[in-house]
Each structure stands twice: as structure tokens, then as C-alpha cells.
């Protein structure tokens, strides 16, 4: 699986930093504690960075999903 923000050009490197962690599934507790910042911090930088308008995008390879088995033609 590959995570990829589109428009993360447009972001701050802390902004960039909160969003990757918001994303991944950690709570304002959890990104204070890695990034050393205050929990109003990171939700000013988050809405900052949702305000620029960046998008996640998730890439799973096909065989993760189980769509590209038997490719060849055969239905096993």
C-alpha cells in the first residue's frame, strides 16, 4: 500500500507532518507527543492545510485485492 498526498506541494513542512500523521490514524495526543507541539497547533495546522486543498490518495496493487488472479484467461 502507498499513501501519496496530491497538492502536498501547496502544504507546509508541519503542515505536511500533521497531515501524514492525521492520515495514518493518529489522534492530536499522539502527533503533540511525536512533533512536540501544542494540540491547538495541530488543529490550526491541519485546517490550514484542508483549506489549501490537498488530497490522500491510497494506491493498492491489484493483487492485494485479489482482481488480477488468473490474468491468462483460465477461472480456476
Given at each position: 500500500m502507498k499513501i501519496e498526498i496530491r497538492g502536498a506541494e501547496k502544504?507546509?513542512?508541519?503542515?505536511?507532518?500533521?497531515v501524514v500523521l492525521k492520515e495514518m490514524g493518529k489522534?492530536?495526543?499522539?502527533?503533540s507527543r511525536i512533533l512536540k507541539i501544542s494540540a491547538?497547533?495541530?488543529?490550526?495546522?491541519?485546517?490550514?492545510a484542508?483549506?489549501?486543498g490537498y488530497e490522500v490518495v491510497i494506491v493498492l496493487p491489484?493483487?492485494?485485492?485479489?482482481?488480477?488472479?488468473?490474468?491468462?484467461g483460465s477461472d480456476e
Open positions: 502544504l507546509s513542512f508541519r503542515e505536511r507532518q500533521v489522534s492530536t495526543e499522539e502527533i491547538s497547533t495541530i488543529a490550526t495546522l491541519f485546517n490550514r484542508r483549506s489549501k491489484g493483487d492485494v485485492l485479489g482482481i488480477f488472479e488468473g490474468e491468462d
